[in-house]
Structures are given as structure tokens and as C-alpha cells.
């Protein structure tokens, strides 16, 4: 398979546009398993499970998505730091020979929310956070492979005869955007993940990642998260998308759009990035939409590619010509859109990749 194509699920139905993260229930359970059959039935691989310091817990509720479908892989969102890596080895190798083999990974995100990280107890620095993923994912890496006992002494942690009789390949995720980020994803990720900007800055990006994979006799492939947008025919799409920007900016307006209780103090420098890029122009490359960017400030995955199927899926190939091989897409009616991509986008995206050939790993 030249590419993979991941989703996101959610435990309530919930977007920028509708629905209420913080009211309610946090948890409906026909809800989630129905998201996680829709992205089974639409030809996706995988989907990521997020990671909030309020949320539900993202190893039960990717449990509850690998047992509601037969094939479907899962992304398990984590913020190293709270769970021994050691631990966590075993819960992953565990889940993953309970459901089949093959269908649990686990993606890293260091975290760029301060406040986010004070709830869960995590006073560090930014990057003494981002030293210690590496060291978890070093230890991780281990635990999850070694056939004998190890001791481990580092800045972080410390074990002595560390073993899980429980092993698995587990592939390795990781996000940011600082080069204390670059320095620690080149180093210890299989799968370095980017958010959606521009195709100079992402081949930039992908540059500096690679040049510091290769100090470490590395190679490592790339993902891109968007939130595509997708109508009959271009104008409709560009219509769409403004719907969806007058639906967040009464929310935000109102301060319905809320995606947990308490401030939010945000040092992500890839989120302050797709500040600057969207206060520049509101699209780029022709259909790179920052709309609801500019509207929601730093957080996380929000720029959209608008258009018809066809034109979404050549723009987003463009990010394979350069190297990109995994794409994660997220609507902002999140089980509609999986629905419709089944039909359109899903099957451009495999046959366009089938007929060209990424940027080699030395580009």
C-alpha cells in the first residue's frame, strides 16, 4: 500500500460547527462505535484517538474501537511523562495481541499547553518535555522488543532488570514543529506527523527532519492532518467553507466553542505558525484554507483544503510529491464527511498515490 490514510474518532459528536464538548455526557458509546464503523467502511486504515488532560482515556476507547470493527487500526494519542514507558510497552503489546496483531501505534505529542500539562501534574519546561519523550521512546522502543532483561539510568528515568514477557511492533508517532521537536522525532519516531501548511514550508520542514534522521543513520516517513472540504463542484465547496466559518465565529462569539474548563496557555510553535501563515493570507497554494485558523487561535489540526474530491486529492497529493505517505483527514461534520470520502476522496487519494512516486527519503 503506497500511502495510509488515517481518521480521527471521537467518544461524542462533537466539531467546531456543533455539539458541546464539556456539556453532556463525555461518553456515547453507540456514538463511537458507529464513528469507528463509518471509517472501516469508508477505506480508512487507522484512526487517531485524542489526548486531552480532561478526556476520556484514550487506551479504553481505542480497546472499545478495535472490538466494534474487524480491520480498522487505531493511533493512540499520548503525552509521555504521566505513565513509565515501561508500562505503557505493556499496555500497548497487550491490547495488541488482544485484538489481532498489527492494528495498535501510538503517537507521541509532547504537549504545548501549559495549563493542559499543570493538570495532569507536569510542571517541565518545553524542552525538558521534549528530552524526556525521547527517553520514553527510547525505553518504549526497548521494552517493547527486548528479549532479556535491561537496566536503563537517564536523565528521566531509571530501571533495573526492565521486561514485558508480552512484546509487539508497535510503529512509533510523533509530532512538533521547535528543533528541540526535529531533534527528538528524527531520532526516535517511525512516523513524523505535520500539520497542514504550505507546500514550501512543509518541504522545508521535511528537509530539516530528514538531515537530522540521516545524523542518526535514520530514515523515517511523514504524515499530513488536514480538514478537507469537499462539494460536487469547486464553488459549492468554497460556499461549504464559509458556512463552516459562520458557524465557528458565532460560537467562538458566544463561547460555545469550548474544548475543556480552564485557560489555555499555549507555547506549540507550530501553532503559533499557522497563526502567522493564516494572519498572512487566508489561502495558500490555491486552496489551503485558514479560515477557522484564524477563528479558534493556536490549538491544533485546523487548516481545510476546499474544492471538489478531485481537486482536495491532487492538492493533497502535491504533500506526497514531496514525501508525505500517510495522511490524516478530519471533517468538521466528522461522521458525514467520513461517510462521503468513502465514496469520493479515500479511493482518489489510493489511485492518484498508485501513479506517482513520493520524493525518495535522501530528497
Do not use: C
Request: proline share 4%; net charge negative.
Amino acid at each position: 500500500m503506497s500511502i495510509e490514510i488515517l481518521g480521527m474518532v471521537g467518544t461524542k459528536d462533537f466539531s467546531e460547527t456543533h455539539g458541546s464538548f464539556i456539556d453532556g455526557p463525555p461518553i456515547d458509546v453507540p456514538y463511537l462505535a458507529g464513528f469507528a464503523r463509518a471509517h472501516e467502511a469508508a477505506g480508512f486504515d487507522r484512526v487517531l484517538i485524542g489526548y486531552g488532560a480532561s478526556s476520556p482515556d484514550g487506551f479504553a476507547v481505542a480497546a472499545s474501537v478495535l472490538h466494534a470493527t474487524e480491520r480498522l487500526r487505531v493511533l493512540i494519542a499520548h503525552r509521555p511523562g504521566f505513565v513509565a514507558p515501561t508500562v505503557v510497552a505493556r499496555k500497548l503489546a497487550t491490547l495488541d495481541q488482544l485484538t489481532g496483531g498489527g492494528r495498535v501505534a501510538i503517537h507521541h505529542i509532547t504537549g504545548g499547553d501549559e495549563a493542559d500539562q499543570r493538570r495532569d501534574g507536569d510542571f517541565l519546561d518545553h524542552g525538558a518535555r521534549y528530552r524526556r519523550t525521547g527517553e520514553f521512546m527510547s525505553v518504549l522502543r526497548r521494552t517493547l522488543t527486548s528479549a532479556e532483561p535491561f537496566d536503563h539510568e537517564g536523565e528521566f528515568y531509571r530501571f533495573e532488570g526492565a521486561y514485558s514477557s508480552v512484546r509487539a511492533d508497535i510503529p512509533l508517532y510523533f509530532g512538533g514543529a521547535s528543533p528541540a521537536a526535529v531533534q527528538t522525532g528524527a531520532e526516535h519516531a517511525d512516523v513524523y506527523m505535520l500539520w497542514g501548511e504550505p507546500l514550501a514550508e512543509t518541504a522545508e520542514r521535511i528537509r530539516r527532519v530528514r538531515e537530522e534522521a540521516a545524523r542518526h543513520g535514520r530514515e523515517i516517513t511523514f504524515s499530513l492532518s488536514t480538514r478537507p472540504i469537499v462539494a460536487a463542484t469547486e464553488a459549492e465547496a468554497w460556499e461549504r467553507a464559509e458556512r463552516i466559518r459562520a458557524a465557528t465565529a458565532e460560537r467562538v462569539s458566544g463561547g460555545g466553542l469550548r474544548w475543556g474548563k480552564g485557560k489555555s496557555e499555549s507555547t506549540s510553535v507550530g501553532a503559533a505558525r499557522l497563526q502567522e501563515q493564516g494572519a498572512e493570507r487566508e489561502v495558500h497554494d490555491e486552496r489551503l484554507w485558514y479560515g477557522v485558523t484564524n477563528l479558534t487561535g493556536p490549538g491544533g489540526n485546523s487548516t481545510a483544503v476546499v474544492g471538489t474530491a478531485e481537486q482536495v486529492a491532487e492538492a493533497l497529493l502535491r504533500y506526497h510529491d514531496l514525501g508525505v505517505t500517510t495522511f490524516l483527514v478530519r471533517g468538521f461534520d466528522p461522521v458525514d464527511d467520513v461517510v462521503r470520502w468513502g465514496d469520493d476522496l479515500v479511493p482518489l487519494l489510493r489511485q492518484g498515490a498508485d501513479r506517482r512516486e513520493p520524493a525518495g527519503v535522501g530528497a
